[in-house]
């Protein structure tokens, strides 16, 4: 394949709340951009994203897959994120490493919870949006409503650039406020034909004002068209597709598309919009890290400056273990030694591999831009930096999220106990959200993850992929521990050994931290403590964080709590330690935390329960014998979302309390805010 260059290239994804319609879309682009030869639906469990067996029996997307393709002469690499909130660490991931992201809407139910959850995430690494109403062809579809609920439930500038032609059973196509032309999408060839032709006699009012809003927000953003608007001239459309693209790439504007992918239409002026207004690998300035020591590193995202790339994703795809590299400058070709600046170890790269789902494409080389992956790889785990040994950088790693649930399990037979310990060891590689470990009252083998879909997925997997059947206990939740009052202990460690005497006295005050801010601690000595080196204190403090991984009341983790270390004591011989530094002040924290008024903190869950009016009271009552509280009820005209806040433990078997209640036609997404006190 011929190098394109990097201006031709644009790395996207496509994000929503679940069901929205993104892995649709997806398909739609891929059998467009001639990517498939032929249209899967996800309905019909053939869909090329959802390539799991998890995946097309459930109809929805678990793991994020990467395809590459072809359009207007650029090359497109596409991400498909899951919209479960259990799977919200691969929509993390990928968010880390896109330079543009389409953010999908159901034109029905507008914002819902997840799109607010991952708006968030591209907020945080700052990616540049469009929008696009999907299913307009549905009864109830409202563009007007959808953009409306982007601009003040996100706070965003939301521009529309097209306007459907009708919506629901009328929804014929859309017109382009841009050059004025109305899109229709021929039943014929499944709306490979796009036809183009003058606006229809009764959308021309209607699109004339909607052009003239159009032009007034992106005059609000351009110097240029501003002047141009104020002297009433006539404005080309390339002038605003320029300060389209430039307000889209500061993140200033979201430009806003509609159409529907399940009936084949508008999906051709979605992909266009990606080539003209989302930057490629260039524009999105420059690549930032620090070099070993933690020193600032700042160099081109350029084909022609040094190789780095980050590991983003870690897949096991028929026994293979593939390890998914976003390549942010230089090149990298096979036989090339990478160093891993993460674990500081280099590695010789002896397969690298273009990714279209599950299928992998052998390539020679790659360059910055890309998205490729590798194999053969063991000590590459997700957020790991690669880069030339000769210049290292390490770049900013991807957060994933505490697990919230948890449950035991052993292998159905004894003999498959190594089996599940091996595949175990895989998926814990994959999922950094997914945590396994052995209680050490019982002995039993606890796994933690997000959800209980998320634990179900894996149960399920341990079993198809790798052959390892488990029996699991009922789901609980994961607990922490924190403190409601400032205290201050001591502790004290003396022995004599024959090496010599191993001695600390430590004081530690501990007080509450703000909920969700976690635990921190700091040397807080007073002047008079001068004298005391700083190994000592670095032993000091060491001890102070092995001390707050387990809270006095039932050993669960600590969490909110802060700790400062207020005095450092001797022997009488002046003596102390680092050792006995240590232990002292594992043994003051556990002092302090008892006087502390410590309490236990469970997972508080913000929930949001759709429902027709009728159900509103017998929900409600529910949540409330449920510990719930009731934060709203925004009513609608075909439905009610009632939000509020619940302990997770209590929502156990929700489904099927929910469907009884509603007879079948109540859903709710249920979303992690934050451990409190119930």
Known sequence: MARTPIQRIRNFGIMAHIDAGKTTVSERILFYSGRTYKMAEVHDGDATMDWMEQERERGITITSAVS???????????????????????????LRVLDGVVALYDAV?????????VWAQAEKYKVPRLAFA???DRPGANFESCVEQVRKVLRANPIPVQMPMG?????????????????????SD???????????????????????????????????????YLEGAEIDSALIKAALRKATVENKAVPFFCGSGLRNKGVQPLLDAVVDYLPSPDEVGPLTGVDPKGHPLSWERSPKAHFSALVFKVQHIDGQKYIYLRMYSGKLSEGDNVLNSTKSQTTRIKNLFRMHANRAERISEAFAGDMIALTRTRNFGSGDTLCDPQHPIVLERIEARAPVVSISIEP???????????????????????????????????????????LDIVCDRLQREF???????????VRRETCTTEATGRGVFARDTDEGSIFGDVGVKVRPNARGTGRTWAAALPSTHAYVKPDIVNAVLLGVQDALAFGPLSGEEVADVHADVVSIGCD????????????????????????????????IMELDVVVAEEHIGDIISDLTLRNGTIESVESGELRTVIKALVPLRTMFGYTMKLRSMTKGRGVFTMEFRAFDQV
């Open 134 to 136: 999907n299913k307009m």
């Open 68 to 94: 590459s393709f072809e359009w207007r002469k650029h090359e497109l690499h596409l991400i498909d994120t899951p919209g479960h909130v259990d799977f919200t660490v691969e929509v993390e991931r990928s």
């Open 412 to 454: 159905e037979s004894i003999r498959d106990k190594d089996k599940l310990t091996e595949a175990l060891a895989a998926l814990t590689d994959e999922d950094p959200t997914l945590k396994v470990e052995e209680d050490p009252e019982t002995g039993e083998m606890v796994m933690r993850g997000m959800g209980e879909l998320h």
């Open 190 to 228: 499944q709306g490979h034909t796009v036809e183009l032709s003058e606006i229809p006699a009764q959308f021309r009012s209607q699109t004339e004002e909607a052009r003239e809003r159009m032009i007034e927000q992106v005059a609000d953003l351009d110097d240029d068209i501003a002047s141009l």
């Open 572 to 603: 009488p011989k002046g003596n102390v330690s680092l050792l006995g530094a240590r232990i002292a002040a594992g043994e003051a924290v556990r002092n302090a935390l008892k006087d502390a008024g410590p309490v236990i903190l469970e997972p």
């Open 167 to 187: 919506s629901a059973s009328e929804f014929a196509g859309v017109i382009d406020l841009i050059e004025m032309k109305a899109l229709a999408f021929s039943d």
């Open 109 to 117: 139910s507008g914002v819902e919870p997840q799109s607010e959850t």
């Open 467 to 477: 052959g390892a059947a488990v029996r699991r206990g009922k789901p609980s939740v």
